[in-house]
């Protein structure tokens, strides 16, 4: 099911619409996340400082140099951290919350000028025995670099909401 991208609240007025609720998830569908996001050694070096992550193999490119990749990696956060982003607007934009992640693999390594493209599969969904109204969605999202090599692969669980009444409540008068 594809969500709506925007609806109209007045005549000729659009108001962008983005995530999806409960109801529009099934279990099966695909999501191929786009725009693909190019991972610069900038972006690298940000990440590493505000993590705090001093392994020089992601800014020290003469270091890197002598290793088995030849090269500075991208911090493996990172990677895990921009397929989240990109699943977002699909998968999670309405989510009351995230509820975990597990079986995060990273399958080979990603370098500086890899590019990055996403894609969540629907694995499960479940009523809330705790909130009427939401239900858990659980996805895997599969991330691939430019040439289409499976480099991350992880599963994660959101608190969906549930569509609201469309009916306005009618006072007892």
């Given at each position: 099911m594809t969500a709506r991208t925007d609806q109209e609240i007045a005549p000729q007025r659009y108001r962008a619409v983005a995530?999806?609720?409960?109801?529009?998830?099934?279990?099966?569908?695909?999501?191929?996340h786009?725009?693909?996001r190019t991972i610069s050694q900038q972006d690298n070096v940000w990440f590493t400082l505000?993590?705090?992550?001093?392994?020089?193999?992601?800014?020290?490119?003469?270091?890197?140099?002598?290793?088995?990749f030849g090269r500075p990696l991208v911090a493996s956060p990172l990677t895990?951290?921009?397929?989240?982003?990109?699943?977002?607007?699909?998968?999670?934009?309405?989510?009351?919350?995230?509820?975990?992640?597990?079986?995060?693999r990273l399958t080979a390594p990603v370098f500086p000028g890899d590019t990055l493209y996403g894609e969540s599969e629907v694995i499960e969904k479940r009523e809330s025995r705790?909130?009427?109204?939401?239900?858990?969605?659980?996805?895997?999202?599969?991330?691939k670099n430019q040439d289409g090599v499976v480099v991350c692969v992880f599963e994660r669980?959101?608190?969906?909401?549930?569509?609201?009444?469309?009916?306005?409540?009618?006072?007892g008068d």
């Open positions: 995530g999806r609720y409960y109801e529009e998830f099934t279990t099966g569908d695909v999501y191929e786009r725009p693909g505000l993590t705090m992550n001093t392994h020089p193999l992601h800014f020290d490119e003469e270091y890197a140099a002598g290793t088995e895990v951290a921009m397929l989240v982003g990109m699943s977002v607007s699909d998968v999670s934009q309405r989510a009351i919350a995230n509820l975990g992640w597990k079986e995060i705790s909130r009427p109204d939401a239900g858990i969605v659980t996805v895997k999202t599969t991330g669980s959101m608190l969906i909401p549930k569509q609201p009444d469309p009916t306005p409540h009618q006072s």
